[in-house]
């Protein structure tokens, strides 16, 4: 499926006192006009992703959209989506300068008013079954624009260039440059598993081999996220120290021994969205006629996770099997299964291929020139192909089996990773 690098929004901030629809050549209020005289901050979301006709990629749509008001440091107001338009309005009780971010498909509540603005970038959001990051319930944000002017009794303008009596807003260098709202999730795909011999080997070690694939998981995906990026920067960290040790999700139990290949952090939570089971299997196989692999597309979300020793994990199980030289009655090679199998790649670390232009312009955003692990608002489109039995534990343990990795990393957007294991 082909995604959009970001998501782009464009802003209205409207401070008015007096002005029609007529006159501005906008829906003051989302037409529910400005009777009462009061002035307002009305944020317009002009992105694909929410059109008049709602995007059909569930990874753009925005569902809900705050406008959080800042004045003297503290959140004054908090606009929110009005029905069937693409924007979000709040009522102020003056113009002047206020700090101004956007927050996607997530509900604040009212008790975050008044809070100070460093407290608010730090509201964690923790996944679990009824806070879910799914399709077409991605949390986004936007960088926090400072000092940003508005000027009383006009239509100020922020992320386009107005017409008529409207103004660009002012205080901010950027104030006509789109509006970016970047994703809290990174995507994790399972695009392609394949099986082969091994190669370089004067005969094949496991002659017309076969993976039979029960299930797909994830290990050791983090828990939470701040909701907005650090210090409200655009594309922001949203791990940072204070929630480096804010507790794992996973789709398979297991500890890690050891002597395994990698380490999982003890005590990790149970979470179904990050398991999926394949009822009777998925057989993949190559003979020297035919080739049958895994091609369905099969995405997790994960929060960012740059722990340098506890990566998150894709893991594959199933039972490999292949011939052996022995011969059944009537001539045919005999098969050897290994049953329980499993196929792990830490995600952004072995084999990621990070060259994609845009995914390198998004990492510039935070000087990162070295990256390794989870990050927010990339794709991971992981291939797997099994050249041998895999490990006994999903830890990569219990064999010495040789992982070779590639994974491309793209701007929500892709990171491809190739493992053959």
């Given at each position: 499926?082909k995604?959009?690098?970001?998501?782009?929004?464009?802003?209205?901030?409207?401070?008015?006192?007096?002005?029609?629809?007529?006159?501005?050549?906008?829906?003051?209020?989302?037409?529910?006009?400005?009777?009462?005289?009061?002035?307002?901050?009305?944020?317009e979301?002009n992105?694909?992703?929410?059109?008049?006709?709602?995007?059909?990629?569930?990874?753009?749509?925005?569902?809900?959209?705050?406008l959080?008001?800042?004045?003297?440091?503290?959140?004054?107001?908090i606009?929110?989506?009005?029905?069937?338009?693409?924007?979000?309005?709040?009522?102020?009780?003056?113009?002047?300068?206020?700090?101004?971010?956007?927050?996607?498909?997530?509900?604040?509540?009212?008790?975050?008013?008044n809070?100070a603005?460093?407290d608010?970038?730090?509201?964690?959001?923790?996944?679990?079954?009824?806070?879910?990051?799914?399709?077409?319930?991605?949390?986004?944000?936007?960088k926090?624009?400072t000092?940003?002017?508005?000027?009383?009794?006009?239509?100020?303008?922020?992320?386009w260039?107005?017409?008529?009596?409207?103004?660009?807003?002012?205080?901010?260098?950027?104030?006509?440059?789109?509006?970016?709202?970047?994703?809290?999730?990174?995507?994790?795909?399972?695009?392609?598993?394949a099986?082969?011999?091994?190669?370089?080997?004067?005969?094949?070690?496991?002659?017309?081999?076969?993976?039979?694939?029960?299930?797909i998981?994830?290990?050791?995906?983090?828990?939470?996220?701040?909701?907005?990026?650090?210090?409200?920067?655009?594309?922001?960290?949203?791990?940072?120290?204070?929630?480096?040790?804010?507790?794992?999700?996973?789709?398979?139990?297991?500890?890690?021994?050891?002597?395994?290949?990698?380490?999982?952090?003890?005590?990790?939570?149970?979470?179904?969205?990050?398991?999926?089971?394949?009822t009777?299997?998925?057989l993949?196989?190559?003979?020297?006629?035919?080739?049958?692999?895994?091609?369905?597309?099969?995405?997790?979300?994960?929060?960012?996770?740059?722990?340098?020793?506890?990566y998150t994990?894709?893991?594959v199980?199933?039972?490999?099997?292949?011939?052996?030289?022995?011969?059944?009655?009537?001539?045919?090679?005999?098969?050897?299964?290994d049953?329980d199998?499993?196929?792990p790649?830490?995600?952004?670390?072995?084999?990621?291929?990070?060259?994609?232009?845009?995914?390198?312009?998004?990492?510039?955003?935070?000087?990162?020139?070295?990256?390794?692990?989870?990050?927010?608002?990339?794709?991971?489109?992981?291939?797997?192909?099994?050249?041998?039995?895999?490990?006994?534990?999903?830890?990569?343990?219990?064999?010495a089996?040789?992982?070779?990795?590639?994974?491309?990393?793209?701007?929500y957007?892709?990171?491809?990773?190739?493992?053959?294991i």
């Amino acid at each position: 499926m082909k995604l959009r690098n970001l998501m782009y929004a464009t802003m209205i901030a409207c401070a008015f006192a007096s002005c029609s629809k007529d006159e501005d050549g906008i829906d003051n209020g989302g037409g529910q006009g400005n009777v009462d005289g009061s002035t307002k901050l009305i944020a317009e979301v002009n992105s694909p992703a929410v059109t008049k006709a709602l995007s059909t990629d569930p990874n753009e749509q925005i569902n809900t959209l705050s406008l959080l008001v800042f004045k003297d440091g503290k959140l004054e107001a908090i606009g929110a989506k009005v029905a069937d338009k693409n924007i979000s309005e709040v009522t102020l009780t003056d113009a002047g300068q206020r700090d101004v971010i956007l927050l996607a498909n997530y509900n604040v509540p009212e008790s975050w008013k008044n809070q100070a603005l460093d407290d608010v970038l730090k509201n964690v959001k923790a996944l679990e079954a009824t806070t879910a990051e799914g399709d077409g319930a991605l949390t986004m944000n936007s960088k926090l624009y400072t000092n940003v002017n508005i000027a009383v009794n006009k239509v100020n303008c922020l992320g386009w260039t107005p017409g008529g009596d409207s103004v660009v807003v002012t205080g901010i260098s950027d104030a006509t440059s789109k509006v970016k709202l970047y994703r809290n999730v990174a995507k994790v795909v399972l695009t392609e598993v394949a099986v082969d011999k091994k190669t370089g080997l004067a005969n094949e070690v496991y002659p017309n081999p076969s993976l039979n694939i029960k299930e797909i998981f994830i290990m050791q995906g983090k828990q939470k996220t701040y909701l907005f990026g650090a210090e409200g920067a655009e594309y922001g960290a949203t791990m940072t120290n204070e929630l480096a040790d804010a507790g794992y999700l996973t789709g398979n139990t297991s500890a890690s021994l050891d002597g395994d290949k990698y380490t999982v952090a003890a005590g990790a939570e149970s979470y179904d969205a990050y398991l999926k089971s394949i009822t009777d299997g998925f057989l993949v196989s190559k003979t020297s006629t035919s080739e049958v692999k895994y091609t369905t597309a099969t995405p997790f979300y994960v929060y960012e996770n740059t722990d340098a020793t506890n990566y998150t994990l894709l893991v594959v199980k199933g039972d490999f099997s292949y011939d052996t030289k022995d011969l059944n009655e009537d001539g045919m090679p005999k098969r050897h299964t290994d049953s329980d199998r499993f196929y792990p790649v830490a995600i952004g670390v072995d084999g990621a291929v990070w060259s994609a232009t845009q995914t390198q312009e998004l990492l510039g955003l935070r000087e990162i020139t070295t990256p390794k692990g989870v990050y927010r608002n990339l794709q991971y489109n992981v291939k797997i192909k099994a050249v041998g039995p895999g490990y006994q534990r999903p830890t990569g343990g219990g064999d010495a089996t040789v992982l070779d990795a590639m994974v491309e990393v793209v701007a929500y957007g892709q990171v491809s990773q190739e493992v053959e294991i």
